[in-house]
């Protein structure tokens, strides 16, 4: 491992920025708005939920300069090594001509107050860079994570829908003036060197390779690693977290490649929902729909499945599915690798198999069998942008109306993602059909003694878990049949 005092390098609109001296958990946006007094960049929530924070990060996909929308407010800026921040001030021209998406936005009136404003200019940008005359659809997703509270969103929804139809290269745009440049000179800022930033108490460190951060861990397995941060950037901006020494792992490039086989797909652990959502949706389509609710467009820039399963949290989302499609993920250490079925690494609350010095290297899924009945639900207050109250994953194979294996498991049931062992006992065997089904939820009793908490009661988890059964039932049997209702008693 070649290590380095260094610096983060980073670009910021067009200026090339290198800080020696960064706190491991300062974030993106205490950095625009105190020290560069970049102050169109808002601070609303500070938990990556409101999006007045938004700011576009370009990164390098192999040869490729990615821009995505991000929440500056979770962003820690010693995960910016190697990247270019654009803020809301850059999109002018020097001669104060508006961009087309602000341009736009004046139009169509989609500002009022404005405090949101440069947010919702900032995540219309990046639709605009990626996506040619979006529709609706595409619009309503890249505003998920951006909230308003004056216009009603349809002035914005219109403003997005007359600017989509111009292209970046036939109007003004200074990223597609810049691209080529920018490109370069991230490319000269990228190495395999590991960057040590601070002291004991104060540690930032961005490995250069995985196997950098094998040996980083093997020095410091008590370190906080951080992939995307949208939750360990919550730690520290809601819990005041003392977090040191933190391990940035985001631009490690061996742990971004998603492989593709016919025995199923490796998911690097620094793979973001975004970068995963094309493949997983093709191979998995109902899992693809739950990718896009896990919060907004930013959020799914920057959180990774990766991270989600090393959090180990009974209410994290991908577990569940994950489990049910029998998935094993790969732990890596100075020692060597090695694998585990999914299911067995959630070993009880804040407890996984992950020993110290081993880091999540990859999810391995395995292809879904073409005769295999699979499909994922997530019960939340909110649809879109929303913690689940649980989440639950349905798995089943017939022979001809008898069901011969089946795999089920939540996640908010209890205080791991779970399988259901006594349901899947009550269905194996028998057929496919209501009757079985009725039965079979009762089993739920055996299997979950969920808690109720402000996200929902006990009682309505239970409930919910059952009909979840029965809706997977129906979807797949194709019959039509009488919702049993419960009695829930305090």
Same mark, same amino acid.
């Not at 493949?279 to 959180?303: C, H, K, W």
């Not at 499609?325 to 690798?337: E, F, N, P």
């Given at each position: 491992? =070649?290590?380095?005092?260094?610096?983060?390098?980073?670009?910021?609109?067009?200026?090339?920025?290198?800080?020696?001296?960064?706190?491991?958990?300062?974030?993106?946006?205490?950095?625009?708005?105190?020290? +560069?007094?970049?102050?169109?960049?808002?601070?609303?929530?500070?938990?990556?939920?409101?999006?007045?924070?938004?700011?576009?990060?370009?990164?390098?996909?192999?040869?490729?300069?990615?821009?995505?929308?991000?929440?500056?407010?979770?962003?820690?800026?010693? !995960?910016?090594?190697?990247?270019?921040? @654009?803020?809301?001030?850059?999109?002018?021209?020097?001669?104060?001509?508006?961009?087309?998406?602000?341009?736009?936005?004046?139009?169509?009136?989609?500002?009022?107050?404005?405090?949101?404003?440069?947010?919702?200019?900032?995540?219309?940008?990046?639709?605009?860079?990626?996506?040619?005359?979006?529709?609706?659809?595409?619009?309503?997703? &890249?505003?998920?994570?951006?909230?308003?509270?004056?216009?009603?969103?349809?002035?914005?929804?219109?403003?997005?829908?007359?600017?989509?139809?111009?292209?970046?290269?036939?109007?003004?745009?200074?990223?597609?003036?810049?691209?080529?440049?920018?490109?370069?000179?991230?490319?000269?800022?990228?190495?395999?060197?590991?960057?040590?930033?601070?002291?004991?108490?104060?540690?930032?460190?961005?490995?250069?390779?995985?196997?950098?951060?094998?040996?980083?861990?093997?020095?410091?397995?008590?370190?906080?690693?951080?992939?995307?941060?949208?939750?360990?950037?919550?730690?520290?901006?809601?819990?005041?977290?003392?977090?040191?020494?933190?391990?940035?792992?985001?631009?490690?490039?061996?742990?971004? !490649?998603?492989?593709?086989?016919?025995?199923?797909?490796?998911?690097?652990?620094?793979?973001?929902?975004?970068?995963?959502?094309?493949?997983?949706?093709? +191979?998995?389509?109902?899992?693809?729909?739950?990718?896009?609710?896990?919060?907004?467009?930013?959020?799914?820039?920057?959180?990774?499945?990766?991270?989600? @399963?090393?959090?180990? !949290?009974?209410?994290?989302?991908?577990?569940?599915?994950?489990?049910?499609?029998?998935?094993?993920?790969?732990?890596?250490?100075?020692?060597?690798?090695?694998? @585990?079925?999914?299911?067995?690494?959630?070993?009880?609350?804040?407890?996984?198999?992950?020993?110290?010095?081993?880091?999540?290297?990859?999810?391995?899924?395995?292809?879904?069998?073409?005769?295999?009945?699979?499909?994922?639900?997530?019960?939340?207050?909110?649809?879109?942008?929303?913690?689940?109250?649980?989440?639950?994953?349905?798995?089943?194979?017939?022979?001809?109306?008898?069901?011969?294996?089946?795999?089920?498991?939540?996640?908010?049931?209890?205080?791991?993602?779970? +399988?259901?062992?006594?349901?899947?006992? &009550?269905?194996?065997?028998?057929?496919?059909?209501?009757?079985?089904?009725?039965?079979?939820?009762?089993?739920?009793?055996?299997?979950?003694?969920?808690?109720?908490?402000?996200?929902?009661?006990?009682?309505?988890?239970?409930?919910?878990?059952?009909?979840?059964?029965?809706?997977?039932?129906?979807? =797949?049997?194709?019959? +039509?049949?009488?919702?049993?209702?419960?009695?829930?008693?305090?």
């Amino acid at each position: 491992m =070649t290590q380095s005092a260094g610096s983060i390098r980073f670009i910021l609109n067009d200026r090339d920025i290198a800080l020696t001296s960064v706190s491991p958990t300062g974030m993106l946006l205490d950095f625009l708005r105190l020290e +560069r007094r970049l102050t169109g960049t808002k601070e609303g929530c500070a938990e990556g939920d409101c999006g007045a924070c938004t700011v576009l990060v370009g990164r390098l996909a192999g040869d490729d300069l990615v821009y995505e929308s991000v929440n500056a407010c979770i962003r820690f800026t010693g !995960s910016l090594n190697a990247t270019h921040v @654009v803020t809301i001030e850059h999109l002018a021209a020097k001669d104060g001509v508006l961009h087309p998406v602000q341009q736009a936005m004046v139009d169509y009136h989609g500002s009022q107050c404005g405090f949101c404003t440069p947010g919702f200019v900032m995540s219309l940008y990046g639709l605009w860079l990626s996506k040619d005359n979006p529709g609706r659809a595409d619009i309503e997703k &890249a505003l998920q994570g951006n909230l308003c509270r004056c216009t009603g969103y349809e002035p914005i929804v219109k403003a997005a829908e007359a600017v989509g139809k111009m292209r970046p290269d036939a109007v003004f745009d200074p990223l597609v003036k810049m691209r080529q440049d920018i490109t370069a000179r991230l490319k000269a800022m990228r190495n395999n060197e590991t960057i040590l930033i601070g002291d004991n108490a104060a540690k930032l460190i961005v490995p250069g390779s995985a196997s950098a951060l094998a040996e980083v861990l093997d020095t410091y397995p008590q370190a906080t690693v951080v992939a995307g941060s949208t939750d360990i950037g919550l730690w520290v901006t809601k819990q005041m977290r003392e977090i040191s020494p933190v391990i940035f792992i985001n631009g490690i490039e061996e742990l971004q !490649s998603i492989r593709e086989t016919k025995e199923g797909i490796t998911i690097g652990a620094g793979v973001t929902y975004s970068a995963a959502f094309k493949l997983i949706s093709a +191979r998995y389509p109902t899992f693809g729909r739950l990718l896009d609710r896990l919060g907004g467009e930013q959020v799914r820039n920057m959180g990774t499945i990766g991270g989600n @399963v090393a959090n180990g !949290s009974p209410i994290g989302d991908t577990p569940p599915p994950l489990i049910a499609l029998d998935a094993s993920v790969t732990l890596r250490s100075k020692a060597g690798q090695r694998t @585990v079925p999914l299911e067995d690494y959630f070993i009880e609350y804040g407890r996984q198999d992950r020993r110290p010095g081993e880091f999540v290297e990859s999810i391995f899924v395995p292809d879904l069998p073409g005769g295999d009945l699979f499909s994922v639900y997530k019960v939340s207050k909110r649809r879109d942008e929303d913690i689940s109250a649980l989440c639950g994953a349905f798995r089943i194979a017939l022979n001809g109306d008898l069901v011969t294996s089946a795999r089920i498991a939540f996640g908010g049931m209890a205080g791991t993602p779970k +399988r259901a062992a006594h349901v899947e006992a &009550a269905l194996i065997g028998r057929l496919w059909n209501e009757e079985t089904v009725k039965a079979a939820q009762t089993a739920f009793e055996q299997d979950y003694q969920p808690l109720t908490d402000w996200r929902a009661t006990a009682a309505y988890r239970m409930l919910a878990a059952k009909n979840l059964l029965l809706r997977f039932f129906l979807e =797949t049997s194709g019959e +039509r049949a009488e919702l049993v209702r419960f009695e829930v008693t305090a």
